[in-house]
């Protein structure tokens, strides 16, 4: 469709002219009678419109009526008038004009009628029978009503109220009085019937053992005779978390062989421990028969009518189908903690076998690693149904609704979670109060010296100065943090290798532990040059590998090293026979470190444990060690304490410089970790599909470092990058 040149010209003008009019619109609606004369413009508006519309060859304002037209005229003048004399006048000068316009645009009702500010409280529990009530604010209404409840009670340094369970109702009920004011968060309804129903949390109910194989009742230590009564009073699911070394095992199969009529048994397990539990197997339960007694080898293999089937987490990924076909009566997961991202193929296959189970014990001695979010996979194993997964993250980890999603990575309501824990299915001991003659384990900081350390290359001074970088954030950040850890390792072999020759010169019978291939082959390179025998242990050794170097290490007396990886050979292994542990590399995992440290401090072991750590000034190591103190620090409140301490550590030189102590370097740790713990990013390894390799050796926490001291410390989540197959452990 065409149109003729006079046509197009006449539209053009209608627009004109009705933009015109939108204009006196707005602009003189505020003024007297302009809103009358505005709105009789805009009916002509309409009218000329049809009117154009059926017959184009008229003129644009034939069709208005005189005395509108005169209006109009009249109206825009004056808004000619008004705009030319305010147009070019400042902000200043232009206020009441800017205010007569505001009034067209009136405030909405949800910024009229704002919200009014309430005081915010919350409640939890403090024992098993009492609960606190803390509040934002003062309010005196409120606190006239809580003193009419007789079990109140006030503690005077916080500044709260607490009551008996029994007076909750009550409470809340008062609380609901003074909506208007306070808003409370209560506790979760499946909470409070936890701590409402009878419980033998005081005591461990002592059980009839007689049923269980003589064999091992008979080498039962008083603890895990305790542990195995708890385990059976729970009907068998539970979570053993006792400290590494205590005897885990032993105390699965003593529940598992108490239910042995509801088998067959599957037991899941890391690879690296195998053989060593149908070693315990046959040791403690010989009425078991060892053909009873199958492993899970690869995906082609075949569950027959084995009584306890033993695989790794690997094939039980892969063969999931197989298990999930099959249904076992009992299930043990060991090292449990491998377990905590509800996201994973692994916990998923583990929580569907779970499910079948009557029974189901998990075992760990460091449940959570880092954060109390950890648990609620491992709990929900055990509890079905427990609390939902995101109620458990906003209650018991400071849950925050971000822009991508809920953020679970904080801490809340510990001393409740505590209880939890403790009430329901958690039992833990620390070799501090059961093995009352275990010899004594000592920490020492020994820092290398920087003559030694290449720490004012090219790339590591790039690489600090983007770490004192603070607007590097997210990805980039990790990646320059994942840089320099890797570039560390270089730079502080030489230092590291000094030391290490002193041990093997003096002939002391030590462990070693790294984190970097390169770093591992140094070391064995300097034994073999100084004619030292040693083992070495890392992702790439096999199974039966493992435990032959483990036997030679332990009964070989000329055998003088251990060179061990971090990730790969800190759980699963006894090495009693060295009181000598040193660090070559840290790790940003304190539940890792304290794993590896007790692979010579366990039962059997008689002398005193030294643990050595390795630290190099101005790298990378900069940014861990205050770090790992406050890790633990979190998981202390939830009662799964390692008794990693950085306040009795001793810290030496490995020259004569002066060097300052280290209580001083792990509080402006502290400082700088609390201005910094928003700027982390949570990255779960099971969402890596492909690493490259050089990424793999290159790991470390957030730490903020200066020129002249050890400065504070950030809190990078090791999730970020933990429990990857670093060392591909399968």
């Known amino acids: 469709m065409s ?46 419109s049809k009117v154009f519309s059926s017959t184009s060859s008229m003129k644009i304002n034939e ?115 003074f909506q208007s004011d ?39 230590m008083p603890f895990q005779r305790e542990g195995i009564c708890y385990g059976i009073s729970k009907g068998g699911r539970c979570m053993i978390a006792d400290d590494m070394g205590l005897g885990k095992t032993i105390q699965a199969l003593g529940i598992a062989h108490y239910f042995r009529k509801n088998w067959p048994l599957l037991i899941v397990i890391p690879a690296s421990v195998r053989y060593q539990w149908s070693d315990t197997i ?74 079948k189970a009557c029974h189901v014990v998990l075992l760990s001695g460091t449940p959570a690693l880092s954060r109390p979010i950890e648990l609620y996979s491992q709990i929900n194993l055990i509890i079905p149904k427990f609390l939902g997964y995101q109620e458990y993250g906003i209650r018991y980890c400071a849950g925050v609704q971000g822009k991508y999603g809920w953020d679970f990575s904080g801490s809340s309501n510990m001393q409740e979670l505590h209880l939890l824990l403790k009430r329901t299915c958690v039992i833990r001991r620390l070799k501090s109060e059961v093995l009352y003659q275990l010899p004594k384990k000592k920490r020492e900081v020994i820092i290398l010296d920087s003559a030694l350390v290449s720490a004012s290359t090219k790339e590591m001074q790039e690489m600090s100065k983007k770490m004192e970088n603070t607007t590097l954030k997210g990805v980039a950040r990790h990646s320059t943090l994942v840089q320099y850890y890797n570039e560390t390792s270089t730079a502080k072999l030489k230092a590291v290798c000094e030391h290490i020759s002193k041990l093997f010169t003096k002939k002391q019978k030590c462990i070693i532990f790294a984190h970097h291939r390169h770093v591992l082959d140094a070391i064995c390179d300097l034994a073999e040059s100084m004619n030292t025998k040693y ?134 740790g502290k400082r700088k970790r609390e201005n910094n713990e928003d700027d982390i990013k949570e990255i779960d390894e099971d969402e890596i599909k492909e690493i490259d390799e050089s990424v793999l050796e290159s790991i470390t926490e957030e730490y903020q470092p200066s020129e002249k001291q050890f400065k504070e410390s950030l809190d990078l989540d090791d999730e970020t990058f933990d429990l990857c197959d670093w060392d591909d452990m399968e």
């Not at 206020?95 to 409640?123: L, V």
Request: proline share 3%.
């Open 3 to 48: 149109y003729s040149q006079e046509e197009v010209e006449r539209k053009r003008l209608l627009a004109l002219q009705r933009k015109k009019e939108a204009q006196a619109k707005k602009n003189l609606s505020s003024f007297g009678n302009i809103g009358a004369n505005l709105s009789s413009t805009s009916n002509v508006s309409c009218s000329s």
């Open 63 to 177: 069709n208005r009526p005189p005395e509108v037209n005169k209006s109009f005229n009249q109206n825009s003048s004056k808004y000619a008038i008004f705009e030319t004399k305010f147009r070019n006048n400042s902000d200043k000068k232009n206020k009441q004009f800017k205010q007569q316009i505001d009034r067209i645009n009136p405030m909405s009702p949800q910024q009229f009628f704002q919200p009014k500010s309430r005081i915010k409280g919350n409640c939890y529990m403090i024992s098993d029978e009492r609960f606190k009530l803390e509040t934002s604010a003062y309010f005196q209404p409120l606190i006239d009503a809580l003193k009419t409840i007789p079990s109140r009670i006030y503690d005077m340094k916080t500044k709260t109220w607490n009551f008996i369970l029994k007076d909750y109702e009550e409470v809340m009920q008062k609380v609901i009085n």
């Open 182 to 220: 306070v808003q409370i968060d209560g506790i979760p309804k499946k909470v409070l019937e936890i701590f409402r129903q009878k419980s033998s949390s005081d005591g461990i109910v002592d059980t009839d053992l007689s049923d269980i194989d003589p064999q091992l009742v008979m080498n039962l």
């Open 282 to 355: 046959y040791k403690f339960l010989p009425s078991v028969p060892a053909q009873s007694v199958s492993h899970f080898l690869n995906t082609n293999d075949y569950i027959d009518d084995s009584d306890i089937v033993i695989t790794t987490y690997d094939l039980f990924i892969r063969a999931a189908d197989t298990f999930k076909r099959k249904a076992f009566g009992f299930v043990i997961l060991d090292e449990a903690h491998v377990l905590k991202n509800v996201k994973t193929e692994r916990y998923k296959v583990a929580l569907r076998v779970a499910s």
């Open 535 to 668: 083992i070495r242990i890392d992702g790439r050794t096999n199974p039966e590998g493992r435990k032959h170097q483990v036997d030679k290490f332990q009964v070989n007396e000329s055998c003088i090293a251990a060179v061990l990886s971090i990730t790969a050979a800190n759980t699963g292994i006894t090495l009693t026979a060295a009181q000598l542990v040193v660090f070559a590399e840290l790790y940003w995992n304190p539940g890792a470190l304290c794993q590896a440290e007790d692979r010579a401090y366990r039962i059997g072991q008689s002398d005193d444990v030294v643990i050595q750590y390795l630290i190099a000034h101005r790298t990378a190591d900069d940014y861990l060690w205050g770090l790992i103190q406050h890790k633990m620090n979190v998981l202390n409140k939830v009662g799964l304490d390692q008794e990693f301490s950085l306040h009795d550590v001793g810290v030496s030189n490995q020259t004569l410089s002066q060097q300052k102590t280290l209580d001083s370097y792990a509080n402006l």
